[in-house]
């Protein structure tokens, strides 16, 4: 699953990403797959100025993605998992961060159909 969210995105031009990969799929390099296509759609497609993600301090493989994707830290904030309190680091991904290490490998198609309905220029 991968989530793109962007609230006030015609103002702030700004996103968040989300995404789980079920147990069984995790370590294949899905994860890293899914983030830069899903920053190139944020970036590319639709613009955006920078991109937000959130991962809880002691899930290393989400957070490895983040920094090697060119996310900085940005913080951190509360969380519950399981009914308990637990600390979520915050990462922070600006274009131009971004561009350096952007793919060329990756196509959209059918973007600009979806922006009057995005409410997206």
Known sequence: MQDLIGVKFDTLKTVTTFSWLAPGIRRQGLGREMRAAILHLA???FGALEAASEA???NVASNRVSEVM??????NDW?????E??????????RDDW????R???GL?????CKPVLHIQ
């Open 104 to 106: 060329n490998d990756i």
């Open 43 to 45: 970036f590319e497609g």
């Open 79 to 83: 969380a519950t998992r399981r009914g």
């Open 85 to 94: 309190p637990a600390v979520l680091n915050r990462w922070r991904l600006k």
């Open 56 to 58: 809880f301090f002691d």
């Open 99 to 102: 561009a350096l290490s952007s």
């Open 70 to 75: 060119g996310y900085q830290p940005n913080g």
């Open 109 to 113: 198609i059918g973007v600009e159909e």
